[in-house]
């Protein structure tokens, strides 16, 4: 594992510094980098923002680049991911597109579906939601039960996928489908491409505790959908989400760090003004939370060696999301106490502390314990995939 950056690579990071330095816009500024933002009033602003960055070759930084991308290192996207944090830029969009279908298409694509989907999903001209989800199919998403059935040269989607997370802004859904109903329900699934325009797709928003809008139930009914869209072999699904959950279980580590970091710095200045340093046992959980993101810090340092020398993700990054996800959940909660009695208060209240930042942040910090698989199917998957513990 190393601990260092060629001068090259910090001279990427360097450049894409100042890059950021000069190019943030007006309008993030004067918002306030709002943490909490309505996601819909800004969508726009930030898919702007998203293409401006691609234009200056910011997104897709490892993708080949006969499909839109720049063909540089994991390392130095990494770098520039930090950097995006630092920096109080904007969030970029269609993450579930570039960081999830992108993979899955890159690795087991045809070359139409190359150049098909690649570059408009890089450029955010078309936005992307993931169908994995069901209501009897969530941790156990091999459970699934909305059905492909090929005719002719089409496939008949029926079913119900549920927090698909911007479907209502999606123009794409990548499905889970059971294409043989006959089979192992882990080897009689395909990996599908819907457009979601297609006639007989309903989408239903769920609100969600946080009061945000961005879940959907979707509903699928005779949905037609070209053969030519499915992803690798009728029955090679399994194997697909896999390599895309890989992906998103070990994804943007170093982000991930600068982001809790900057937290940690916040919770730091919080435990001041509020004098809880005072109290010996605020001390002990703050010192935890030192150490744990510093924990955090060489963890991604580490998976970062690991694609840097060619590895894909396997089941060891399942240890980094269960790790980042119960760390940052620990975060919040230490942040939120740190408000008192007041921390209780909804994030619209005019005595909640900080703009009821924490108490915000201690909702939100729950998902991360459910999606891309629960805390406690990532243990499982550590224990019998990474340790090799027989199954009980």
């Not at 602003?45 to 997104?59: F, K, N, S």
């Not at 139409?112 to 169908?131: D, I, S, T, V, Y």
């Not at 119960?326 to 008192?340: Q, W």
Request: proline fraction near 4%.
């Amino acid at each position: 594992m190393d601990f260092t950056f060629s001068e090259a690579e910090e001279t990427y990071r360097e450049k894409a510094r100042a890059w950021l330095r000069a190019h943030v816009p007006q309008w993030w500024k004067d918002a306030g980098a709002q943490e909490f933002g309505d996601e819909d009033a800004m969508f726009d602003g930030i898919r702007r923002w998203h293409q401006e960055l691609y234009d200056a070759g910011y997104v897709g930084v490892t993708w080949p680049v006969a499909y839109g991308g720049q063909g540089i290192g994991h390392v130095e996207n990494a770098l520039l991911q930090e950097e995006l944090v630092l920096g109080d830029a904007p969030p970029t969009t269609n993450g579930l597109g570039i960081g999830l279908c992108g993979p899955a298409i890159i690795h087991h694509g045809s070359e139409a579906q190359k150049k098909r989907f690649l570059r408009p999903m890089l450029r955010a001209e078309e936005m992307w939601c993931q169908g994995y989800s069901e209501p009897g199919a969530g941790s156990d998403l091999a459970n699934l039960r909305t059905t492909a059935e090929l005719r002719s040269d089409r496939y008949v989607v029926n079913g119900q996928k549920i927090w698909t997370s911007m479907a209502h802004r999606a123009d794409w859904i990548f499905c889970l489908v059971r294409t043989d109903p006959k089979a192992d329900k882990h080897e009689g699934i395909g990996f599908l491409l819907i457009d979601m325009k297609t006639p007989g797709i309903e989408v239903a928003p769920l609100v969600q505790m946080t009061g945000g809008r961005g879940f959907s139930q979707c509903f699928f009914k005779d949905v037609e959908v070209p053969a030519a869209n499915l992803i690798g072999a009728p029955t090679q699904g399994w194997q697909i989400a896999n390599t895309v959950l890989g992906y998103e279980r070990g994804a943007s580590t170093l982000s991930r760090y600068a982001g809790y970091r900057r937290e940690f710095e916040q919770l730091i200045s919080d435990a001041r003004r509020t004098r809880r340093t005072r109290d010996g046992v605020y001390r002990q959980r703050i010192a935890q939370a030192a150490v744990e993101l510093e924990v955090l810090r060489l963890n991604s340092l580490r998976s970062l060696s690991a694609l840097a020398q060619g590895h894909k993700p396997g089941p060891e990054s399942s240890l980094q999301k269960l790790y980042y996800s119960e760390m940052g959940h620990r975060l919040a909660r230490l942040g939120n106490d740190l408000e008192g009695a007041f921390g209780q208060l909804a994030r619209k209240s005019h005595r909640s502390p900080e703009g009821g930042r924490w108490a915000q942040r201690l909702l939100q910090s729950r998902g991360p314990l459910i999606f891309a698989g629960t805390s406690e199917i990532q243990r499982n998957i550590i224990s019998e995939r990474v340790l090799g513990l027989p199954r009980r």
